[in-house]
């Protein structure tokens, strides 16, 4: 399986009645086209392909009869109509097979299809919207990251349209190899990996922990493997329960140590497997049922503990904070977690919970595109004591752009919102004043260890 080249939609900024767009697409494509069309552009939400999603396998292309095989799949990912080799069927039993009807009609000839091939890699309908709605997005910058093995089976055992199943698959195809360890223990994710019955749902070395010792049990893992002089990546991929909570205490003293360790945690902000319960990582004001809504009682009344933060003052050599919506810079960041040599590396990775945050299901990666795009959840790294913006948010929208999305801030007033606000903003000024001090001529020099 490949990520395909595909233009999406990335911003709600788009006027119901423009069409430059659908007009730079007709006129590209003359009397045979628009593939794309403006009203469907309106109606369709962030991070949808707005028109061919460049299958990985695709329907049209297996419809086309074999002695035909006038459809192919380029180098690039994009599918693409020869026209030398297509004979135009009346009834096209390729735009019959594509599930998405992005398989169009030739208007022209009344025979035949088009479809969008990326105006071989320079989409004008991108590079007609004034409103930088459209976006081209390039599958192998991300690509170049990935093995070419899907190291969880098939299926999965986790809600509908979870993120954190997304990122446990991707977050595989990037660290795992035949020196990789992974680590869990009870949570959300754990459901996917343990496996059922006889049955391993995870192929790699996979150790299950208690909540209480992932950081102790990846220590003894970590001296056997220096005793027989073999080097391994182990990895953990850990909910906020046990990161911020209960196993907080080992990890800090394997932080201290040194231990050559990699933990990631999915921040779903709650105990979401058994029940939705706060943890020490629910923001202020959040719904949940043990901070629950009604009466004097209005959702958490305390603010968030900043794991990230906590983590990088132990001074350990890297730590970043990721998110489903940018796969790239999560790539990036597991990248450099992976070659370091001389301590732990922590990543804290955004987890919507359809399920515990109240949201529609196909809305995961919008939610957390709007935790970055708001600084709720700004993305940044340290390594080797130096902080660094990763994806920077020029003008930041206000918090409620995020909290109106899910349905545990359905009850904030006026007031809580400026509250929650006030959070997001100092806390987004306390990383770019760290920024600010670790970084150029002010760089501070800092020494690994406690």
Known sequence: MTLSNVIRKVRDACPPDCRVCEEACAKKLGSAGPVIRAENVHKVPLFKAITCYQCSEPKCMEACPPKIKAISKDSNGVVRIDPSKCIKCPRPPCAKACPYGHMLLNSEELRGVVKCEMCDGDPECVKACPYGVLEYFKGEGIQKYLSDEDYLVLGTRACAGCPGEIALRFTLRVVGGKDTVVFGCPGCMTTLMIGWGDRASINLPYVNCLFTNVPSTMTGVSSYYRHIGKDANLVAFVGDGCVADVSFQMLSGAAERGERIIIICYDNEGYMNTGIQRSST????????T????????????????????MASHNIPYVA?????????????????????????YIHLLAPCPTGWRFPLDKGVDVAQAAVETDYFPLWECEGGE????????????????????????????DKLQQLQKMVDERSARIKALVSLTSGSNKLTVQKGG
């Not at 901070?291 to 906590?310: D, F, T």
């Open 387 to 414: 902080f660094r913006i990763t994806e920077e948010v020029k003008n930041p929208k206000p918090v409620s752009e995020f909290t109106k999305l899910t349905g545990r801030y359905s009850h904030l007033n006026e």
């Open 291 to 310: 901070s629950p809504v009604g009466g004097e009682r209005q959702g958490k009344a305390q603010n968030s503990k900043y794991m990230p933060l906590i």
């Open 282 to 289: 629910t923001p202020f004001a959040a719904w949940t049922n």
């Open 321 to 345: 904070t990721a998110s489903p919506s940018h796969l790239e810079d999560y790539a990036k960041k597991l990248t450099k977690a992976l070659n370091v040599k001389d301590g732990m590396s």
